[in-house]
T-cell receptor, first 113, second 117 residues
């Protein structure tokens, strides 16, 4: 009953450090997404992967890279973290059928000092 | 690009009462989906209700119902018999029908709902 699992849940970085957020889903979904949530701005799409082997930019991709490792896993990498990347990050997945409801992970709170 | 507007940053309702959260959106498309997600203090995003634009009938899920006005581009959420567990941030979201296999949602800025005794 895991659904979408993100690691780590919390992370503190110094400016310029790099890190990778990991995401895995066990629902056999084709599409996966990374969103960031900031106060007063809702959720904004960073990158998404419509299917295994493809990735595309979302609304706010600058400063991030992604890898769709296989159908289950989709990672988000910050190569050189900046204070503006302090945020809560959500991974999500979806099926193609029906309305394309997103299933979310529990979020990862990242602080860049 | 589509935009979603939630004009009420915060709302308050007494337990057992009814509250309506507002959402408007801007689109030139005729086919799309609309969603309401709930985010309790645990941070987990939970789907509350969905609406297909081609359906005239308003969606309902137990105590939750929507008032979908396609011409006005309005999609409000009504919570009846409010409970303490309804206290959360609520997000309205839009998905185009034409995004292919990816379900790229555009979210509003959210409404924080407080439930009082």
């Amino acid at each position: 009953n895991a659904g979408v699992t993100q690691t780590p849940k919390f992370q503190v970085l110094k400016t310029g450090q790099s890190m990778t957020l990991q995401c895995a889903q066990d629902m056999n979904h084709n599409s996966m997404y990374w969103y960031r949530q900031d106060p007063g701005m809702g959720l904004r799409l960073i990158y998404y992967s419509a299917s295994e082997g493809t990735t595309d930019k979302g609304e706010v991709p600058n400063g991030y890279n992604v890898s769709r490792l296989n159908k289950r896993e989709f990672s988000l990498r910050l190569e050189s973290a900046a204070p503006s990347q302090t945020s809560v990050y959500f991974c999500a997945s979806s099926v193609i059928e029906r309305s394309g409801e997103l299933f979310f992970g529990e979020g990862s709170r990242l602080t860049v000092l | 690009a589509q935009t979603v507007t939630q004009s009420q940053p915060e709302m308050s309702v007494q337990e057992a009462e009814t509250v309506t959260l507002s959402c408007t959106y801007d689109t030139s498309e005729s086919d799309y989906y609309l969603f309401w997600y709930k985010q309790p203090p645990s941070r987990q995003m939970i789907l509350v209700i969905r609406q297909e634009a081609y359906k005239q009938q308003n969606a309902t899920e137990n105590r939750f119902s929507v008032n979908f006005q396609k011409a006005a581009k309005s999609f409000s959420l009504k919570i009846s018999d409010s409970q303490l567990g309804d206290a959360a941030m609520y997000f309205c979201a839009y998905r185009s029908y034409y995004t292919g296999t990816a379900s790229k949602l555009t979210f509003g800025t959210g409404t924080r709902l407080q439930v009082t005794l």
